[in-house]
C-alpha cells in the first residue's frame, strides 16, 4: 500500500514537473495546515487543494504541499523548517495558536518568504505577514445572540458553553455574545462553561444546567457546531427542544440538522471561502502588486430552514 | 539455552547474533533511513535539513532521557507531556515578575523536579502503579499550569530568551547541545555508576535487589525525579522554540518519548535499555517526520508508520525475552 502511494507520489511529482516546465514559474507554495483531522479543517484543506492545484494548472505556480500542524505550535514551528528545506517560497498559514506560531510568521519575515496567514491571527500577523484573511468573531456572537434575541423575545435564562479558553475565537464570539445580550435586561447569563469546544464536556454542563435551572433556561449559546449540535440532540431527548441551541461552524452535520428541523440555525464561518480568498491573493503578491487591503474579512452568515439549501452540499 | 542452538548467524552463534541485534540492529535500520531518504529527496541531505531533524528531535529526546531510567527502573511517566505546559507557564511568569532568565529557567526545572519526587514518592512509598499515579499526576500538574497563568497564552516579557530555541554556535543550534549534554550525563549516570546499576537491578528484579541490599525506594523515586528534570529542560527548549508561555501545549508528548525508548531496545519489562539505543531510537522517529515531509507523504502515513515501527520493536523485544 505504501509502496503503491508512493509510486502514485512520484507519478504525481514527475507530472507536476513535466506540466510546470512550461510554465515557468519557480513558486513552491507551502500549506502550513492547523490539522487535517476535524470536520472545519477538513472542509478548508480541500477547498485549499482545489484553488491551488487551479493555481499549478494556469502555471501562476511551480507546486505545493500540504504540512500538517496537528494542532501544535510546536509541530508548526518544526514544519516550517521542513519547507523551507523543501524549497517552499511562499507560505500559507493556519495558526493553532496565537502566541504559540507566531514565529512562523517570524521566520517567514526573517528569511524573506512571503506569508499570508488564514483564519486566526498570530500576535505577529499584523507587522510581519503580507496579508490576513479571516472572519471577525465578534460578529458570529452577536449573530447568535440576536437570533436568540429573535426565538424568545420574551427573554430568560441563557448559558454559554466556551471553547478552549484564551483562544481568540473563544474570546471574540463571547464578546460578541455579551455586546448584544449584557445591554438586554430581559436575558439574564447563568454562567460562561469551559466545554473546550467538546460536544460531550458541553452535554454534561447542560446537564448540570437544566438540572439546576429547569425551565427558566431558554438558550444555550455554543461556540462551535460541535457542541451546540450535540446539546440540542441532548436537551430535544429530554423533552427541552423549546430550548433555543446555536454554534458557529456550519459543518455537514449540524447544517443536515438544520435542514431536518432538529437544530434551529448555525452561524456558517465560511472556511472555504477564506483560504480560497487567501490563495487568490497569490498571484497578486508574488507580481508585487499593492493589496487594497491587508486584512480581508470574509462575513459569517445565519443558516436557517430558510436557506440550508444553499449551503448543504 | 544456547547449547541446543548449533546453528550460526553471521558467523555467531544464536545468543551472540541476538545480543547483536538488540545492540546494532536499530543502528542498522536508522542507516537504512539516511541512505534512502538520500536517494529519493534531493533536499534531505542538506546541512539545514540535517541540523533541523536534530533540533527537532532535541526536545522529545531530552524527554526520552528521562524517560528511559523511569522505563528500565520498571515504571512509567504519563506526566511529562503536562510537566511541559506547568515548565512553559512557569518560565512565562518568572519572566514576567523577574526577566532573568537563568532564574526562570532554574525555576521550571525545579518545579518539574518536584513533581517528579511527588509522583517517585507515591509510587515508591506506597508501592502505587506508575501508570495510574502519573495518569493522574498529570491533570494535576496541567491543571497548575492553567491556574498560574489563568488559562492564557502570553508572548515572554524577556524576548531574548527565544535565543535558547533558535540560537547557534557555529552551524549547531543549542537546542541541539542541550540533547547532547544531556545525553551524555545520562549515559555515564545510567551505565557507569552505583546508581544506574541500582536502576537495572531494580527493573531487572526487585525482588533480589531488594535481598541484595539496592535501595530500591530512593532507586526509584530517583527515576522519577530524573524525567522530572529532563522534562524541565524540555520545557525550556519548547518554550524558547514558540517564544510563548502556553499552558495547554505537550499534549500527548509523552508517546513520542516512550516510543523513542521502545524502538530504541528499552523493555518494558525493565531491566534492559541503553542510552545511545535511545537517542537512536528518538532520531528514527525524527526521520520518519522529517522524510515524510519532504516526500509530501500525509501525515496519517506518518502516524501509521510510527506505530508499526513501535510494535515491530516491541516483537523483536518479546522475542529476544522469550529466548532467553
Known amino acids: 500500500m505504501k509502496k503503491a502511494l508512493l509510486l502514485v507520489l512520484l507519478f504525481a511529482l514527475l507530472l507536476g514537473s513535466v506540466m510546470t516546465v512550461s510554465a515557468e514559474s519557480d513558486i513552491v507554495v507551502a500549506y502550513l495546515a492547523k490539522n487535517t483531522v476535524d470536520a472545519f479543517h477538513a472542509t478548508l484543506n480541500g477547498a485549499a487543494k482545489e484553488a491551488l492545484d487551479a493555481l499549478v494548472d494556469e502555471g501562476a505556480i511551480k507546486s505545493w504541499q500540504l504540512y500538517d500542524g496537528l494542532t501544535d505550535p510546536i509541530t508548526q514551528v518544526n514544519l516550517i523548517e521542513d519547507a523551507i528545506n523543501n524549497g517552499a517560497n511562499f507560505v500559507v498559514f493556519l495558526p493553532a495558536e496565537a502566541e504559540g506560531s507566531a514565529p512562523v510568521v517570524a521566520r517567514c519575515a526573517d528569511a524573506g518568504i512571503p506569508i499570508v496567514v488564514v483564519n486566526s491571527k498570530t500576535n505577529n500577523t499584523d507587522e510581519l505577514a503580507q496579508a490576513y484573511v479571516g472572519s471577525d468573531d465578534v460578529e458570529a456572537g452577536e449573530i447568535m445572540a440576536n437570533y436568540v434575541k429573535e426565538m424568545v423575545p420574551e427573554g430568560g435564562k441563557y448559558a454559554h458553553m466556551m471553547g478552549i479558553v484564551g483562544n481568540s475565537a473563544q474570546m471574540q464570539r463571547g464578546e460578541g455574545i455579551l455586546n448584544i445580550l449584557a445591554e438586554d435586561p430581559t436575558w439574564e447569563s447563568v454562567g460562561d462553561f469551559a466545554a473546550d469546544w467538546s460536544a460531550d464536556k458541553a452535554v454534561q454542563f447542560a446537564t448540570d444546567v437544566l438540572t439546576q435551572y429547569g425551565d427558566d433556561i431558554k438558550a444555550i449559546i455554543c461556540d462551535n457546531d460541535d457542541m451546540s449540535s450535540a446539546v440540542q440532540a441532548y436537551v430535544n431527548s429530554v423533552d427541552r427542544s423549546d430550548i433555543v441551541c446555536i454554534g458557529v461552524d456550519g459543518n455537514t452535520g449540524p447544517l443536515t440538522m438544520v435542514k431536518q428541523g432538529a437544530l434551529g440555525a448555525t452561524v456558517l464561518q465560511d472556511g472555504a471561502a477564506q483560504v480560497k480568498t487567501a490563495i487568490a491573493l497569490i498571484p497578486d503578491i508574488i507580481a508585487g502588486k499593492e493589496l487594497e487591503e491587508k486584512d480581508v474579512m470574509v462575513p459569517f452568515t445565519l443558516v436557517t430552514i430558510d436557506n440550508v439549501d444553499e449551503y448543504l452540499k | ?324
Request: proline share 2%; glycine share 12%; aromatic share 10%.
Open chain 2, 1 to 324: 539455552m544456547s547449547d541446543k542452538n548449533g546453528k550460526n548467524i553471521l558467523g555467531m552463534n544464536q545468543n551472540d547474533f541476538n545480543m547483536f541485534t538488540r545492540r546494532y540492529g536499530i543502528v542498522f535500520i536508522m542507516i537504512a533511513m539516511f541512505v534512502l531518504l538520500s536517494v529519493t529527496s534531493p533536499n534531505f541531505l542538506k546541512l539545514n535539513n540535517i541540523t533541523n531533524v536534530f533540533s527537532t528531535v532535541a526536545l522529545n529526546g531530552v524527554l526520552a532521557m528521562g524517560m528511559v531510567f523511569v522505563i528500565t527502573a520498571g515504571g512509567i511517566d504519563l506526566s511529562i507531556g503536562s510537566m511541559l505546559a506547568l515548565a512553559s507557564t512557569t518560565i512565562g511568569i518568572t519572566l514576567k515578575y523577574n526577566g532573568n532568565i537563568l532564574m526562570a529557567s532554574l525555576v521550571s526545572i525545579i518545579i518539574c523536579a518536584i513533581f517528579g519526587l511527588l509522583n517517585g514518592l507515591l509510587i515508591a512509598k506506597f508501592n502505587m502503579f506508575p501508570f495510574v499515579v502519573t495518569l493522574a499526576s498529570q491533570l494535576v500538574i496541567r491543571g497548575l499550569g492553567y491556574v498560574i497563568s489563568g488559562g492564557y497564552s502570553f508572548a515572554l516579557a524577556n524576548p531574548s530568551f527565544s535565543r535558547i530555541g533558535l540560537g547557534k554556535i557555529g552551524i549547531i543550534p543549542y537546542p541541539i547541545l542541550i540533547l547532547l549534554s544531556v545525553t551524555i550525563i545520562a549515559y555515564i549516570l545510567l551505565h557507569w555508576t552505583k546508581f544506574g546499576r541500582y536502576v537495572y537491578a531494580v527493573g531487572g528484579n526487585i525482588n533480589a535487589a531488594t535481598a541484595s541490599g539496592v535501595d530500591v525506594f530512593w532507586t526509584r523515586v530517583g527515576t522519577f525525579v530524573i524525567s522530572g528534570i529532563c522534562a524541565g529542560i524540555a520545557g525550556i527548549i519548547m518554550t524558547a522554540r514558540i517564544n510563548a508561555a502556553q499552558p495547554n501545549i505537550g499534549v500527548g508528548y509523552e508517546t513520542d518519548a516512550i516510543a523513542a525508548c521502545v524502538i530504541g531496545g528499552t523493555s518494558f519489562a525493565g531491566g534492559i535499555s541503553t542510552i545511545p539505543g535511545t537517542l537512536v531510537g528518538i532520531i528514527i522517529i525524527g526521520l520518519i517526520y522529517n522524510g515524510m515531509n519532504l516526500l509530501g507523504i500525509s501525515s496519517y502515513w506518518q502516524m501509521i508508520s510510527k506505530g508499526l515501527l513501535i510494535i515491530g520493536a516491541v516483537m523483536i523485544d518479546t522475542l529476544i525475552n522469550k529466548r532467553r
